[in-house]
Protein backbone atom coordinates (compact mmCIF):
# COMPACT_ATOMS: atom_id res chain seq x y z
CA UNK A 1 0.00 0.00 0.00
CA UNK A 2 1.84 2.83 -0.73
CA UNK A 3 2.58 5.66 1.72
CA UNK A 4 1.54 9.29 1.93
CA UNK A 5 0.95 11.62 4.81
CA UNK A 6 -0.46 14.04 4.89
CA UNK A 7 -0.68 16.64 7.63
CA UNK A 8 -0.56 20.29 9.00
CA UNK A 9 3.66 19.72 8.22
CA UNK A 10 2.86 18.92 4.61
CA UNK A 11 3.09 16.40 2.61
CA UNK A 12 5.33 13.23 3.16
CA UNK A 13 5.58 9.70 1.26
CA UNK A 14 7.96 7.33 0.29
CA UNK A 15 9.67 8.50 -3.91
CA UNK A 16 8.08 6.30 -6.10
CA UNK A 17 5.39 5.06 -3.10
CA UNK A 18 3.45 7.39 -2.18
CA UNK A 19 5.30 10.46 -3.50
CA UNK A 20 4.91 10.36 -7.13
CA UNK A 21 4.63 12.77 -9.84
CA UNK A 22 0.82 12.43 -10.16
CA UNK A 23 0.30 13.71 -6.08
CA UNK A 24 3.27 16.36 -6.16
CA UNK A 25 0.96 17.92 -9.02
CA UNK A 26 -2.20 17.20 -7.43
CA UNK A 27 -1.22 19.11 -4.11
CA UNK A 28 0.69 21.29 -5.37
CA UNK A 29 -2.04 22.61 -7.53
CA UNK A 30 -3.79 23.07 -5.04
CA UNK A 31 -1.53 24.54 -2.97
CA UNK A 32 -1.26 27.31 -5.97
CA UNK A 33 -4.78 28.20 -5.29
CA UNK A 34 -3.98 28.50 -1.59
CA UNK A 35 -1.62 31.06 -3.02
CA UNK A 36 -3.62 32.48 -5.16
CA UNK A 37 -1.69 34.91 -7.78
CA UNK A 38 2.41 35.45 -6.79
CA UNK A 39 5.33 34.36 -6.11
CA UNK A 40 5.90 31.12 -4.46
CA UNK A 41 10.36 30.73 -2.84
CA UNK A 42 11.04 26.85 -3.67
CA UNK A 43 13.76 24.81 -1.92
CA UNK A 44 15.10 21.67 -1.70
CA UNK A 45 17.26 19.65 1.63
CA UNK A 46 19.75 18.13 -1.41
CA UNK A 47 18.41 14.80 -0.71
CA UNK A 48 18.62 12.70 -4.29
CA UNK A 49 15.22 13.11 -5.14
CA UNK A 50 14.65 16.03 -4.32
CA UNK A 51 15.68 17.44 -7.97
CA UNK A 52 12.93 15.12 -9.73
CA UNK A 53 10.34 16.97 -6.52
CA UNK A 54 11.80 20.06 -8.00
CA UNK A 55 11.27 19.60 -11.66
CA UNK A 56 7.61 18.34 -10.92
CA UNK A 57 6.76 21.12 -8.43
CA UNK A 58 8.13 23.72 -10.52
CA UNK A 59 6.66 22.74 -13.35
CA UNK A 60 2.88 22.85 -11.94
CA UNK A 61 3.40 25.91 -10.17
CA UNK A 62 4.38 27.79 -13.27
CA UNK A 63 1.10 26.13 -15.28
CA UNK A 64 -0.69 28.09 -12.47
CA UNK A 65 0.81 31.08 -13.45
CA UNK A 66 2.60 31.54 -10.07
CA UNK A 67 6.28 32.73 -10.61
CA UNK A 68 8.88 30.64 -8.66
CA UNK A 69 11.93 31.74 -7.04
CA UNK A 70 13.82 29.24 -6.88
CA UNK A 71 16.53 28.99 -4.08
CA UNK A 72 18.88 25.83 -4.68
CA UNK A 73 19.85 23.33 -1.71
CA UNK A 74 19.61 25.19 1.37
CA UNK A 75 17.89 24.78 5.23
CA UNK A 76 14.36 24.74 5.62
CA UNK A 77 14.99 28.22 7.91
CA UNK A 78 16.21 29.65 5.24
CA UNK A 79 12.99 29.35 2.77
CA UNK A 80 10.61 30.43 5.64
CA UNK A 81 13.22 33.72 6.10
CA UNK A 82 13.04 34.74 2.42
CA UNK A 83 8.97 34.04 1.82
CA UNK A 84 8.61 36.87 4.13
CA UNK A 85 12.16 38.73 2.63
CA UNK A 86 10.68 38.48 -0.91
CA UNK A 87 7.52 39.33 0.46
CA UNK A 88 6.27 35.84 -1.74
CA UNK A 89 2.88 34.72 -1.61
CA UNK A 90 4.18 31.41 -0.33
CA UNK A 91 7.11 29.02 -0.03
CA UNK A 92 7.61 25.11 -0.26
CA UNK A 93 11.20 23.34 1.16
CA UNK A 94 11.48 19.97 -0.45
CA UNK A 95 12.42 17.97 2.30
CA UNK A 96 11.42 14.81 4.77
CA UNK A 97 13.24 16.07 7.23
CA UNK A 98 15.11 13.30 10.03
CA UNK A 99 13.31 10.91 7.39
CA UNK A 100 15.51 8.27 5.91
CA UNK A 101 16.48 8.24 2.08
CA UNK A 102 13.70 6.66 0.37
CA UNK A 103 11.23 9.23 1.86
CA UNK A 104 10.59 12.96 0.87
CA UNK A 105 8.09 15.61 1.18
CA UNK A 106 6.58 19.00 0.42
CA UNK A 107 6.98 21.59 3.92
CA UNK A 108 4.17 24.31 3.13
CA UNK A 109 4.49 27.59 4.40
CA UNK A 110 2.16 30.33 4.56
CA UNK A 111 2.65 34.35 3.32
CA UNK A 112 4.08 34.97 6.85
CA UNK A 113 7.06 32.46 5.88
CA UNK A 114 5.03 30.22 8.15
CA UNK A 115 4.14 26.52 8.53
CA UNK A 116 0.49 27.06 7.50
CA UNK A 117 -1.81 26.57 10.17
CA UNK A 118 -4.07 23.76 10.90
CA UNK A 119 -6.76 26.37 9.38
CA UNK A 120 -5.21 26.76 6.20
CA UNK A 121 -4.62 23.55 5.41
CA UNK A 122 -8.09 22.22 5.80
CA UNK A 123 -8.96 25.45 3.40
CA UNK A 124 -6.03 23.80 0.95
CA UNK A 125 -7.26 20.39 1.19
CA UNK A 126 -10.64 21.17 1.03
CA UNK A 127 -9.62 22.11 -2.80
CA UNK A 128 -7.84 19.33 -4.03
CA UNK A 129 -10.10 17.86 -6.10
CA UNK A 130 -11.10 20.47 -8.35
CA UNK A 131 -7.29 22.58 -8.23
CA UNK A 132 -6.45 20.45 -11.45
CA UNK A 133 -9.16 22.02 -13.87
CA UNK A 134 -7.53 25.77 -14.04
CA UNK A 135 -4.18 25.59 -15.32
CA UNK A 136 -2.90 28.70 -17.24
CA UNK A 137 -2.84 29.66 -21.04
CA UNK A 138 0.73 29.97 -22.67
CA UNK A 139 0.91 33.49 -22.59
CA UNK A 140 -0.06 33.87 -18.76
CA UNK A 141 2.29 31.00 -17.38
CA UNK A 142 4.73 31.66 -14.41
CA UNK A 143 8.30 32.77 -14.69
CA UNK A 144 11.10 30.70 -12.88
CA UNK A 145 14.16 32.66 -11.25
CA UNK A 146 17.65 31.30 -9.90
CA UNK A 147 18.22 33.32 -6.53
CA UNK A 148 21.72 32.31 -5.34
CA UNK A 149 21.41 34.96 -2.83
CA UNK A 150 18.69 33.27 -0.55
CA UNK A 151 21.15 31.42 1.74
CA UNK A 152 23.93 34.22 1.43
CA UNK A 153 20.93 37.06 3.05
CA UNK A 154 19.96 34.51 5.63
CA UNK A 155 23.43 34.23 6.68
CA UNK A 156 24.40 37.28 7.10
CA UNK A 157 21.24 38.16 9.30
CA UNK A 158 22.16 35.27 11.69
CA UNK A 159 25.65 36.71 11.82
CA UNK A 160 23.62 39.71 12.45
CA UNK A 161 21.11 39.58 15.56
CA UNK A 162 21.08 41.80 18.44
CA UNK A 163 23.23 40.06 21.64
CA UNK A 164 25.92 38.73 19.33
CA UNK A 165 29.13 39.75 19.19
CA UNK A 166 31.14 38.39 15.95
CA UNK A 167 34.38 39.56 17.04
CA UNK A 168 34.43 37.63 20.08
CA UNK A 169 33.12 34.93 19.21
CA UNK A 170 36.17 34.88 16.63
CA UNK A 171 38.82 35.48 19.07
CA UNK A 172 37.94 33.01 21.35
CA UNK A 173 38.56 30.47 18.14
CA UNK A 174 35.95 27.12 19.12
CA UNK A 175 37.16 23.91 17.44
CA UNK A 176 34.22 22.46 16.58
CA UNK A 177 33.04 19.12 15.32
CA UNK A 178 30.30 19.39 12.76
CA UNK A 179 28.04 16.59 11.01
CA UNK A 180 25.86 17.96 8.78
CA UNK A 181 24.57 14.08 7.33
CA UNK A 182 25.50 14.93 3.84
CA UNK A 183 22.43 17.34 3.84
CA UNK A 184 21.37 20.98 3.28
CA UNK A 185 23.73 21.59 6.15
CA UNK A 186 26.61 20.71 4.27
CA UNK A 187 26.05 23.86 1.94
CA UNK A 188 26.23 26.56 4.50
CA UNK A 189 27.52 25.31 7.91
CA UNK A 190 31.16 25.05 7.16
CA UNK A 191 31.28 28.18 5.80
CA UNK A 192 28.92 30.11 8.92
CA UNK A 193 31.14 28.48 11.02
CA UNK A 194 34.22 29.45 9.76
CA UNK A 195 32.97 33.51 9.30
CA UNK A 196 32.81 32.79 13.03
CA UNK A 197 36.21 32.14 13.58
CA UNK A 198 35.86 27.83 13.89
CA UNK A 199 38.57 25.87 13.51
CA UNK A 200 36.22 23.20 12.10
CA UNK A 201 36.58 19.64 11.81
CA UNK A 202 33.87 18.24 9.03
CA UNK A 203 32.45 14.51 9.05
CA UNK A 204 29.07 13.72 6.61
CA UNK A 205 29.78 16.84 5.14
CA UNK A 206 29.68 16.02 1.63
CA UNK A 207 26.97 17.64 -0.63
CA UNK A 208 26.02 13.93 -1.86
CA UNK A 209 22.63 13.93 -0.46
CA UNK A 210 23.50 10.21 0.56
CA UNK A 211 22.57 9.90 4.09
CA UNK A 212 25.45 7.78 5.71
CA UNK A 213 23.20 7.22 9.18
CA UNK A 214 20.00 7.28 9.98
CA UNK A 215 19.23 11.01 9.54
CA UNK A 216 17.29 11.73 13.17
CA UNK A 217 20.35 13.05 15.55
CA UNK A 218 19.54 11.12 18.25
CA UNK A 219 22.28 9.56 20.69
CA UNK A 220 21.56 5.88 19.25
CA UNK A 221 22.28 7.55 15.66
CA UNK A 222 25.90 9.29 16.40
CA UNK A 223 28.25 7.16 18.03
CA UNK A 224 30.78 7.96 15.71
CA UNK A 225 29.89 11.42 16.03
CA UNK A 226 30.80 11.47 19.74
CA UNK A 227 33.45 9.36 19.54
CA UNK A 228 34.78 11.85 16.82
CA UNK A 229 34.77 14.61 19.05
CA UNK A 230 36.53 13.72 21.77
CA UNK A 231 39.36 12.06 19.36
CA UNK A 232 40.03 15.46 17.92
CA UNK A 233 39.85 17.11 21.37
CA UNK A 234 37.18 19.80 20.13
CA UNK A 235 35.17 21.90 22.11
CA UNK A 236 31.90 20.83 21.46
CA UNK A 237 30.36 18.50 18.41
CA UNK A 238 27.37 20.38 16.30
CA UNK A 239 24.66 18.30 14.54
CA UNK A 240 22.06 19.22 12.44
CA UNK A 241 18.88 17.25 10.18
CA UNK A 242 19.34 17.02 6.63
CA UNK A 243 16.92 20.31 6.73
CA UNK A 244 18.99 21.87 9.18
CA UNK A 245 16.29 23.37 11.82
CA UNK A 246 17.27 20.63 14.60
CA UNK A 247 20.30 21.64 16.21
CA UNK A 248 21.68 18.68 18.90
CA UNK A 249 24.62 19.52 20.51
CA UNK A 250 27.89 17.42 21.80
CA UNK A 251 29.69 17.88 24.88
CA UNK A 252 33.90 17.99 25.12
CA UNK A 253 33.81 14.79 26.95
CA UNK A 254 32.15 13.16 23.32
CA UNK A 255 28.78 12.76 25.34
CA UNK A 256 25.20 14.12 24.46
CA UNK A 257 24.20 17.69 25.67
CA UNK A 258 20.12 16.86 25.33
CA UNK A 259 17.83 17.94 22.80
CA UNK A 260 16.52 19.13 25.43
CA UNK A 261 18.54 21.16 26.62
CA UNK A 262 19.43 22.89 23.40
CA UNK A 263 15.85 24.74 23.95
CA UNK A 264 16.91 25.42 27.36
CA UNK A 265 20.55 26.77 26.80
CA UNK A 266 18.74 29.76 24.13
CA UNK A 267 16.07 30.88 26.45
CA UNK A 268 18.69 31.29 29.23
CA UNK A 269 20.94 32.93 26.90
CA UNK A 270 18.29 35.31 25.30
CA UNK A 271 16.12 35.70 28.85
CA UNK A 272 19.99 37.48 30.24
CA UNK A 273 19.27 40.22 27.43
CA UNK A 274 15.87 40.29 27.58
CA UNK A 275 12.83 39.10 30.26
CA UNK A 276 10.10 38.26 28.25
CA UNK A 277 7.25 35.42 27.70
CA UNK A 278 8.61 31.91 26.57
CA UNK A 279 6.63 28.90 24.62
CA UNK A 280 7.41 25.40 24.23
CA UNK A 281 5.55 22.65 23.27
CA UNK A 282 3.88 20.05 25.80
CA UNK A 283 6.66 17.38 25.46
CA UNK A 284 9.55 20.02 26.32
CA UNK A 285 11.58 19.82 29.54
CA UNK A 286 10.66 21.47 32.47
CA UNK A 287 13.74 22.55 33.07
CA UNK A 288 12.95 25.85 30.51
CA UNK A 289 10.43 27.08 33.02
CA UNK A 290 13.14 26.56 35.98
CA UNK A 291 15.37 28.69 33.89
CA UNK A 292 12.37 31.31 32.48
CA UNK A 293 11.95 31.59 36.75
CA UNK A 294 15.37 32.25 37.66
CA UNK A 295 14.50 35.72 35.36
CA UNK A 296 10.88 36.48 36.61
CA UNK A 297 9.40 35.09 33.28
CA UNK A 298 6.02 33.06 32.07
CA UNK A 299 6.31 29.84 29.90
CA UNK A 300 3.74 29.01 28.11
CA UNK A 301 2.91 25.92 26.29
CA UNK A 302 1.53 24.60 23.25
CA UNK A 303 0.34 21.87 21.81
CA UNK A 304 3.31 20.15 19.53
CA UNK A 305 4.17 21.11 15.98
CA UNK A 306 6.09 23.89 15.36
CA UNK A 307 3.37 26.00 13.51
CA UNK A 308 1.28 25.20 17.21
CA UNK A 309 4.51 26.86 18.89
CA UNK A 310 4.21 29.73 16.45
CA UNK A 311 0.52 30.59 17.00
CA UNK A 312 1.10 30.68 20.76
CA UNK A 313 4.51 32.81 20.48
CA UNK A 314 2.34 35.23 18.85
CA UNK A 315 -0.42 35.21 20.91
CA UNK A 316 1.57 35.79 23.74
CA UNK A 317 4.52 38.20 22.68
CA UNK A 318 7.04 35.51 23.39
CA UNK A 319 10.52 36.26 23.33
CA UNK A 320 11.89 33.01 21.94
CA UNK A 321 10.65 29.67 21.87
CA UNK A 322 10.99 26.11 20.23
CA UNK A 323 10.73 22.08 20.53
CA UNK A 324 12.65 20.09 22.84
CA UNK A 325 14.05 18.01 19.90
CA UNK A 326 16.45 20.49 19.47
CA UNK A 327 14.10 23.46 17.63
CA UNK A 328 15.02 26.89 18.65
CA UNK A 329 12.60 29.80 17.22
CA UNK A 330 13.89 33.26 17.78
CA UNK A 331 11.39 35.88 16.32
CA UNK A 332 14.68 38.43 15.97
CA UNK A 333 15.15 36.95 12.85
CA UNK A 334 12.06 34.80 11.97
CA UNK A 335 8.70 32.18 13.19
CA UNK A 336 10.90 29.04 12.70
CA UNK A 337 12.91 26.27 13.94
CA UNK A 338 16.53 27.29 12.74
CA UNK A 339 19.65 25.65 13.38
CA UNK A 340 22.41 28.44 12.06
CA UNK A 341 20.79 30.54 15.06
CA UNK A 342 20.69 27.80 18.01
CA UNK A 343 24.22 27.64 16.90
CA UNK A 344 25.31 31.11 17.14
CA UNK A 345 23.32 31.41 20.41
CA UNK A 346 25.16 28.80 21.57
CA UNK A 347 28.68 29.87 20.69
CA UNK A 348 28.10 33.44 22.25
CA UNK A 349 26.33 31.61 25.80
CA UNK A 350 29.52 29.22 25.60
CA UNK A 351 31.50 32.61 25.41
CA UNK A 352 30.11 34.54 28.13
CA UNK A 353 29.72 31.23 30.26
CA UNK A 354 33.74 31.18 29.98
CA UNK A 355 33.35 27.67 30.88
CA UNK A 356 32.81 24.52 28.64
CA UNK A 357 29.47 22.93 27.36
CA UNK A 358 29.81 19.83 29.88
CA UNK A 359 30.13 22.50 32.55
CA UNK A 360 27.17 24.52 31.63
CA UNK A 361 25.39 21.17 31.17
CA UNK A 362 25.87 20.59 34.63
CA UNK A 363 24.98 24.36 35.53
CA UNK A 364 21.30 23.58 33.93
CA UNK A 365 18.43 22.08 36.09
CA UNK A 366 19.00 18.29 35.79
CA UNK A 367 16.07 16.14 34.13
CA UNK A 368 15.58 12.82 32.69
CA UNK A 369 13.06 12.04 29.71
CA UNK A 370 11.44 8.35 28.80
CA UNK A 371 9.69 8.11 26.33
CA UNK A 372 7.14 4.59 25.62
CA UNK A 373 4.76 3.90 22.69
CA UNK A 374 2.12 1.12 22.72
CA UNK A 375 -0.40 -0.26 20.37
CA UNK A 376 -4.07 0.32 21.67
CA UNK A 377 -6.63 0.01 18.49
CA UNK A 378 -9.29 2.06 17.96
CA UNK A 379 -9.65 3.62 21.33
CA UNK A 380 -7.43 6.00 22.32
CA UNK A 381 -9.62 8.73 23.15
CA UNK A 382 -11.58 6.43 25.71
CA UNK A 383 -8.31 5.66 27.49
CA UNK A 384 -7.35 9.36 27.70
CA UNK A 385 -10.55 10.39 29.15
CA UNK A 386 -10.24 7.31 31.54
CA UNK A 387 -6.38 8.87 32.77
CA UNK A 388 -7.89 12.27 32.54
CA UNK A 389 -10.50 11.12 35.42
CA UNK A 390 -8.10 9.05 37.32
CA UNK A 391 -5.59 11.84 37.58
CA UNK A 392 -8.19 14.68 37.91
CA UNK A 393 -7.31 16.05 40.99
CA UNK A 394 -3.74 16.69 39.40
CA UNK A 395 -2.49 19.50 37.08
CA UNK A 396 -4.02 18.66 33.91
CA UNK A 397 -3.83 19.85 30.62
CA UNK A 398 -5.51 18.72 27.38
CA UNK A 399 -4.49 20.98 24.62
CA UNK A 400 -2.97 18.16 23.15
CA UNK A 401 -3.92 14.59 24.45
CA UNK A 402 -3.29 14.59 27.98
CA UNK A 403 -0.65 15.58 30.25
CA UNK A 404 -0.16 15.74 34.07
CA UNK A 405 2.08 17.79 36.21
CA UNK A 406 3.05 16.18 39.41
CA UNK A 407 5.50 17.25 41.88
CA UNK A 408 8.34 15.26 40.93
CA UNK A 409 7.56 14.30 37.63
CA UNK A 410 5.22 15.04 34.12
CA UNK A 411 3.77 12.88 31.93
CA UNK A 412 2.47 13.67 28.25
CA UNK A 413 0.06 11.27 27.03
CA UNK A 414 -0.38 11.52 22.91
CA UNK A 415 -2.10 9.19 20.36
CA UNK A 416 -0.42 8.92 17.14
CA UNK A 417 -2.19 10.78 13.71
CA UNK A 418 -0.75 7.72 11.69
CA UNK A 419 -0.98 4.87 13.79
CA UNK A 420 -3.03 3.21 16.63
CA UNK A 421 -0.75 3.54 19.20
CA UNK A 422 -0.70 6.28 22.73
CA UNK A 423 2.59 7.55 22.89
CA UNK A 424 3.96 8.08 26.46
CA UNK A 425 6.56 10.54 27.82
CA UNK A 426 7.46 10.88 31.36
CA UNK A 427 10.38 13.81 32.77
CA UNK A 428 11.63 12.66 36.37
CA UNK A 429 14.79 14.00 38.00
CA UNK A 430 16.36 10.44 37.75
CA UNK A 431 16.82 8.08 34.63
CA UNK A 432 15.44 5.25 36.81
CA UNK A 433 12.76 7.14 37.78
CA UNK A 434 11.32 8.02 34.51
CA UNK A 435 11.91 4.73 33.36
CA UNK A 436 10.12 3.18 36.03
CA UNK A 437 7.29 5.99 35.60
CA UNK A 438 6.99 5.32 32.44
CA UNK A 439 6.58 1.69 32.71
CA UNK A 440 3.92 2.29 35.25
CA UNK A 441 1.78 4.09 32.87
CA UNK A 442 2.17 1.85 30.00
CA UNK A 443 1.37 -0.67 32.28
CA UNK A 444 -1.96 1.33 33.31
CA UNK A 445 -3.04 1.96 29.59
CA UNK A 446 -3.03 -2.17 29.13
CA UNK A 447 -5.37 -2.54 32.40
Same mark, same amino acid.
Given at each position: ?? @???????????? !???????????????????????????????????????????????????????????????????????????????????????? $???????????????? %??????????????????? $??????? @????????????????????? !????????????????????????????????????????????????????????????????????????????????????????? %??????????????? !??????????????? =?????????????????????????????????????????????????????????? @??????????????????????????????????????? %???????????????????????????? $?????? =????????????????????????????????
Amino acid at each position: MP @TLMVSVSGIRGI !VGDGLDPHRITKYASAYADFCGSGKIVVGSDGRISGEMVKNVLTGTLLAKGNDVIDIGICPTPTVLYNVKKLKAAGGIQISASHNPNE $WNALKLLNSEGEFMTP %EQNKQMLANLENAQTNYKP $WNKLGTL @TKYDEGLKNHLKDVLALKHIN !VEAIRKRKFKVLLDCVNGAGSYVMPEFLEKLGCEVVKINCEKTGVFPRLPEPIPENLNETMKAVKENKCDLGIVVDPDVDRLVLITDKG %EPFGEENTITLAVNF !VLSKVKRNVVVNLST =SRSVEDVAAGYGCKVFRSPVGEANVVLKMKEVNAIIGGEGSGGVIYPALHFGRDALVG @TVLTLQQLLEFGGTLSEFKNSLPQYFIAKKKIEIGNNAD %EILEILKTKYSNEKINTDDGLRIDFEDH $WVHFRK =SNTEPIIRCIVEAESEKDAEEKAEKYLKEILN
